[in-house]
């Protein structure tokens, strides 16, 4: 994480976002002490970091003991993000195994529930990814990967209790395509991020954050100029309070 922050610094890039279930990020690796010194740091930078919760954590998960690990493994992840002064966690709703949709729809709304409550007391916020689509006869299936799916969660938790992270290319591989989320749950409510790391894209050959942009603002060509300025800045302006 610190190794992240640094590179953010040098190359002005002020939001990041950081999973803490493995690696030298590990959540039980994290000691008041190294939690206040990169608090301190992104405060003094101006920079914005977010916790991102596995999804191969089972948030619809129904069996005995494993049940209360999935509530404490979230819980302990908003104290982790409330201790690094983190400006979001992101959560997901999970995956059913076909024949048992109700059951795990079920378990995993209320646990949302649980989680958004215990995240608005302790002064958190949360956001709800939309995950992406598994093939007609995969056993497993992401949760909450359409726009029926989320519309269930974010009628049922409050908006100041639960937020939306839109992953594009997820939205993508349905047939409601980005724009059928967007129609849905409004552009006002989304903002333009990367998931690829400067060092990533070098190593791996991936596109620059130059070629991302282009794609927002050419193929992207259903949005008007409005929609795009607000998602390519002026909603994160507002957010943050920059505005």
């Known amino acids: 994480m610190e190794d992240a922050i640094d590179w953010a610094i040098a190359n002005e890039f002020y939001y990041l976002d950081f999973n803490a279930d493995s690696g030298p990020n590990h959540m039980e690796s994290w000691n008041r002490d190294r939690m206040a010194a990169v608090r301190d740091t992104c405060e003094m930078n101006g920079i914005s970091i977010g916790l991102h919760t596995l999804s191969a954590v089972n948030i619809a998960e129904t069996s005995p003991y494993v049940s209360s690990a999935v509530d404490e493994y ?10 690094l002064g983190c400006q979001w966690t992101v ?7 076909t024949g048992d949709v109700p059951a795990r729809t079920k378990a995993s709304l209320e646990r949302l529930q649980r989680i958004a409550k215990y995240a608005a007391d302790t002064g958190a916020r949360i956001l709800l990814e939309n995950l992406n689509y598994e093939p007609e006869h995969a056993e497993i299936h992401y949760m909450a990967h359409t726009v029926e799916e ?12 639960l937020g939306w992270a839109f992953t594009v290319n997820h939205s993508h591989l349905v047939p409601e395509g980005v724009g059928g989320f967007i129609d849905a749950f409004g552009i006002e409510r989304c ?7 400067g060092y990533h894209r070098v190593e791996h050959g991936w596109p620059s954050l130059a070629d991302e942009l282009k794609i927002v603002r050419e193929a992207f060509d259903w949005l008007t100029d409005e929609s795009r300025s607000l998602l390519l ?3 994160a302006a507002r957010v943050w309070g920059l505005s």
């Open 91 to 97: 959560v997901h709703a999970g995956y059913h195994f």
């Open 233 to 235: 800045g002026d909603n």
């Open 150 to 161: 989320c519309s269930a969660y974010f009628d049922a938790i409050p908006a100041d209790r």
């Open 191 to 197: 903002m333009w991020g990367t998931g690829y790391p």
């Open 74 to 83: 979230l819980r302990a992840s908003i104290d982790l993000a409330n201790g």
